[in-house]
T-cell receptor
Framework: NAGVTQTPKFRILKIGQSMTLQCAQD?????MYWYRQDPGMGLKLIYY???????DKGEVPNGYNVSRSTTEDFPLRLELAAPSQTSVYFC????????????????FGEGSRLTVL | AQSVTQLGSHVSVSEGALVLLRCNYS??????LFWYVQYPNQGLQLLLK??????LVKGINGFEAEFKKSETSFHLTKPSAHMSDAAEYFC????????????FGSGTRLLVRP
């Protein structure tokens, strides 16, 4: 059982380049999230999705875009990369609130470390 | 708005000593509270959570936390530290409704001395 899979694990970008971080989950979770983690800052929510075709901004969405065409996949797009986007990015998923379900627990991928030079 | 404050970015204890990691939250609605652990070069994994009911919750690896509404706290404890407990610990809060957007604290790195 793979859980949440993120690719790539590491990437170096030049300023102004674009790229997509991939995220896939095989747990049939309807909620998916993208966080970034910076030293001493904890995790900040970039975007989240409550189901296929539905996305919404989190705390720090500027410079990023997302899409959710399927339940399984939630890619994060960086346009015109900037040094401020150097970070570790985590994708996560969770169940919605359902009777008897394990509510509120996020399942995280192993992270994607991005450096913008 | 919700927020989480973790006191102490680094905590150092001796192996076998009590572990106490502090977390205070702010929430305008009844919160759901979580502790997550992150080992080096890995994603976060859930240690324990409080949603409703019993205020003392037990998690994996011998950790527990107590929800104290009057103190707006959710401190994490373990009676006896083990070397394998060395990691970064994050407290998080959510509104407890169907959105499940978690707000994370800045994290506390636990160091365990032999």
């Amino acid at each position: 059982n793979a859980g949440v899979t993120q690719t790539p694990k590491f990437r170096i970008l030049k300023i102004g380049q674009s790229m997509t971080l991939q995220c896939a989950q095989d747990m049939n979770h309807n909620y998916m999230y993208w966080y970034r983690q910076d030293p001493g800052m904890g995790l900040k929510l970039i975007y989240y999705s409550v189901g296929a075709g539905i996305t919404d901004k989190g705390e720090v969405p500027n410079g990023y875009n997302v899409s959710r065409s399927t339940t399984e996949d939630f890619p994060l797009r960086l346009e015109l990369a900037a040094p401020s986007q150097t970070s570790v990015y985590f994708c996560a998923s969770s169940y919605s609130k359902q009777e008897g379900a394990n509510t509120g627990e996020l399942f995280f991928g192993e992270g994607s470390r991005l450096t913008v030079l | 708005a919700q927020s989480v404050t973790q006191l102490g970015s680094h905590v150092s204890v001796s192996e076998g000593a009590l572990v106490l990691l502090r977390c205070n939250y702010s929430s305008s609605v009844p919160p759901y509270l979580f502790w997550y652990v992150q080992y080096p070069n890995q994603g976060l994994q859930l240690l324990l959570k409080y949603t409703t009911g019993a205020t003392l919750v037990k998690g994996i690896n011998g950790f527990e936390a107590e929800f104290k509404k009057s103190e707006t706290s959710f401190h994490l404890t373990k009676p006896s530290a083990h070397m394998s407990d060395a990691a970064e610990y994050f407290c998080a809060v959510s509104r407890g409704d169907s959105s499940y957007k978690l707000i994370f604290g800045s994290g506390t790195r636990l160091l365990v001395r032999p």
